[in-house]
């Protein structure tokens, strides 16, 4: 119950993009095709799940026990930015159409801060091993989720009669405001 | 913070650091992508400015559309003449300069030529304002203003306004971006390849009377040009307009235009029409 918790939090509750208002750029970047929308949530629920582990070994085996807790951003950064080059790798081995579809929002994985964002709060919250990579796979899914929802929408926008001064960005961020709004409803459920 | 605290913090990043450069170093091994060697040496070349003045995402992605054959080596205006040489060298093929583009002003009513208005204009020297407020100074409501929004939008310098009030190509700085052709309000430049050598030189379409009263070069759309020309000139609303891909040079009545308004760009060694008196001003 509590893994399934704090699943919940992460995914729905306190949502990543929708109410911590991380990793805003590729939600607003990459989200004007469902496929690719999707694909990008995929590739950084991969790297969100990776890091919680890496980071998990990395401060509680080696930064903790010689009191290196300093150490902590430094040293996560290097965990993402080097996570991020593999999968970038990978991709474009398995891919291409994804590969160049994602685009430059792929090495921008490194810079999103809804994933060094993760990586603290699973520390500064003193999750166990597991609950951590629950909380990395809740958080993937979140931001999967809301990205794949903000697609979907824009998607549908693309027919409207949007005001010519509103086209393109404004009506973007508006809708991720609106979006963000509806999910404050969950919020209190936990 | 002791001496010792900071050693191991050293030693720590450092083989941390050194972990993931091994494992990044067999990863690409591992998943190195096989692709056309031509595209990392083109890169090379380019500017890498990654500036997207050729449309494409950076210079990777230009090098990539130049090895499929989708990109022309000059697309890239950053690297000029001497990158496009390079590249097409290693592409094996012409550098595109047969189809170069440049801009050509196709009005000739410079100062000289164009009849003034009643009243003159007081205001922001440029063409989009005049166009917007009154049309300028000149009667003739298609020529060009002479406000110079062309020579403004050359990033490089290769267009110049000259004493009549008409604006000037220097080809050798023109990369062919075809801003200036967007910059111009009334549509008079326009990009043509630069072995193109006829223009009919004016964008009026008022009747023969009103154009005649106007400026003294403009194309009166008399039709002489059209009817000899077996379709290289077609008439669109009192205007000569040349259909390049019927077009034949020696058909054209260049000696029957009063106003010598359908010419030469550069006039051909022989002079043919002495008295077309607009050919050979260098455009």
Same mark, same amino acid.
């Given at each position: 119950? $509590?893994?399934?918790? +704090?699943?919940?939090?992460?995914?729905?509750?306190?949502?990543?993009?929708?109410?911590?208002?991380?990793?805003?750029?590729?939600?607003?970047?990459?989200?004007? #095709?469902?496929?690719?929308?999707?694909?990008?949530?995929?590739?950084?629920?991969?790297?969100?799940?990776?890091?919680?582990?890496?980071?998990?070994?990395?401060?509680?085996?080696?930064?903790?026990?010689?009191?290196?807790?300093?150490?902590?951003?430094?040293?996560? +950064?290097?965990? +993402?930015?080097? *996570?991020?080059?593999?999968? $970038?790798?990978?991709?474009? #081995?398995?891919?291409?159409?994804?590969?160049?579809?994602?685009? !430059?929002?792929?090495?921008?994985?490194?810079?999103?801060?809804?994933?060094?964002?993760?990586?603290?709060?699973?520390?500064?919250?003193?999750?166990?091993?597991? $609950?951590? !990579?629950?909380?990395?796979?809740?958080?993937?899914?979140?931001?999967?989720?809301? !990205?794949? +929802?903000?697609?979907?929408?824009?998607?549908? *926008? $693309?027919?409207?009669?949007?005001? #010519?001064?509103? #086209?393109?960005?404004?009506?973007?961020?508006?809708?991720?405001?609106?979006?963000?709004?509806?999910?404050?409803?969950?919020?209190?459920?936990? | 913070?002791?001496?010792?605290?900071?050693?191991?913090?050293?030693?720590?990043?450092?083989?941390? @650091?050194?972990?993931?450069?091994?494992?990044?170093?067999?990863?690409?091994?591992?998943?190195?992508?096989?692709?056309?060697?031509?595209?990392?040496?083109?890169?090379?070349?380019?500017?890498?400015?990654?500036?997207?003045?050729?449309?494409?995402?950076?210079? /990777?992605?230009?090098?990539?559309?130049?090895?499929?054959?989708?990109?022309?080596?000059? @697309?890239?205006?950053? @690297?000029?003449?001497?990158?496009?040489?390079?590249?097409?060298?290693?592409?094996?093929?012409?550098? @595109?300069?047969?189809?170069?583009?440049?801009?050509?002003?196709?009005?000739?009513?410079?100062?000289?030529?164009?009849?003034?208005?009643?009243?003159?204009? /007081?205001?922001?020297?440029?063409?989009?304002?005049?166009?917007? =407020?009154?049309?300028?100074?000149?009667?003739?409501?298609?020529?060009?203003?002479?406000?110079?929004?062309? =020579? &403004?939008?050359?990033?490089?310098?290769?267009?110049?306004?000259?004493?009549?009030?008409?604006?000037?190509?220097?080809?050798?700085?023109?990369?062919?971006?075809?801003?200036? =052709?967007?910059?111009?309000?009334?549509?008079?430049?326009?990009?043509?390849?630069?072995?193109?050598?006829?223009?009919?030189?004016?964008?009026?379409?008022?009747?023969?009377?009103?154009?005649?009263?106007?400026?003294? =070069?403009?194309?009166?759309?008399?039709?002489?040009?059209?009817?000899?020309?077996?379709?290289? &000139?077609?008439?669109?609303?009192?205007?000569?307009?040349?259909?390049?891909?019927?077009?034949?040079?020696?058909?054209?009545?260049?000696?029957?235009?009063?106003?010598?308004?359908?010419?030469?760009?550069?006039?051909?060694?022989?002079?043919?029409?002495?008295?077309?008196?607009?050919?050979?001003?260098?455009?």
């Amino acid at each position: 119950m $509590e893994l399934f918790l +704090i699943f919940f939090s992460a995914a729905i509750v306190n949502n990543f993009v929708l109410a911590y208002f991380l990793g805003i750029c590729p939600f607003i970047g990459v989200s004007n #095709k469902i496929s690719s929308a999707f694909s990008m949530g995929l590739a950084t629920t991969f790297v969100m799940v990776i890091t919680t582990i890496v980071t998990h070994l990395i401060y509680h085996q080696i930064l903790a026990p010689f009191g290196l807790e300093f150490l902590q951003y430094v040293s996560f +950064i290097l965990v +993402i930015a080097s *996570l991020v080059q593999f999968v $970038e790798m990978f991709i474009k #081995k398995v891919s291409q159409p994804l590969y160049r579809a994602l685009g !430059i929002f792929l090495p921008l994985i490194t810079t999103n801060c809804a994933i060094m964002g993760l990586a603290l709060f699973m520390i500064s919250k003193e999750y166990s091993f597991v $609950e951590g !990579i629950v909380f990395g796979v809740g958080a993937g899914v979140g931001f999967t989720l809301a !990205i794949t +929802i903000m697609a979907g929408i824009r998607e549908d *926008l $693309e027919l409207a009669d949007v005001p #010519k001064a509103f #086209k393109g960005a404004p009506i973007t961020l508006l809708v991720a405001g609106i979006l963000a709004l509806a999910f404050m409803g969950f919020s209190g459920m936990i | 913070m002791d001496v010792t605290l900071l050693m191991i913090a050293l030693a720590t990043m450092g083989g941390l @650091g050194f972990i993931f450069a091994g494992g990044l170093a067999i990863a690409d091994r591992k998943l190195r992508v096989e692709e056309n060697p031509l595209i990392g040496k083109i890169n090379e070349i380019l500017p890498n400015a990654n500036c997207g003045a050729c449309g494409k995402a950076g210079c /990777y992605d230009f090098a990539v559309s130049l090895v499929d054959g989708k990109a022309d080596p000059s @697309g890239c205006p950053v @690297g000029g003449e001497d990158t496009a040489q390079d590249v097409a060298m290693l592409l094996g093929i012409e550098a @595109g300069t047969a189809n170069k583009m440049y801009p050509r002003i196709l009005c000739h009513g410079g100062n000289a030529d164009a009849v003034r208005k009643m009243a003159d204009y /007081y205001g922001p020297l440029s063409c989009s304002a005049m166009d917007l =407020v009154s049309g300028g100074d000149k009667a003739c409501y298609y020529g060009c203003l002479g406000g110079g929004d062309c =020579v &403004v939008a050359c990033p490089f310098g290769a267009m110049i306004m000259t004493d009549d009030g008409l604006p000037t190509v220097i080809e050798e700085l023109c990369t062919g971006c075809s801003l200036c =052709v967007t910059a111009c309000p009334r549509d008079i430049i326009e990009m043509h390849p630069a072995d193109r050598n006829v223009f009919v030189f004016c964008k009026n379409h008022d009747d023969p009377k009103t154009s005649k009263a106007v400026c003294s =070069v403009a194309c009166l759309g008399c039709g002489i040009c059209a009817r000899k020309s077996d379709g290289g &000139v077609e008439m669109d609303n009192f205007l000569g307009v040349i259909n390049y891909d019927a077009l034949d040079e020696s058909k054209i009545p260049f000696d029957k235009c009063q106003t010598g308004a359908i010419g030469y760009l550069v006039p051909p060694v022989k002079p043919e029409t002495p008295e077309s008196k607009e050919e050979g001003l260098p455009n």
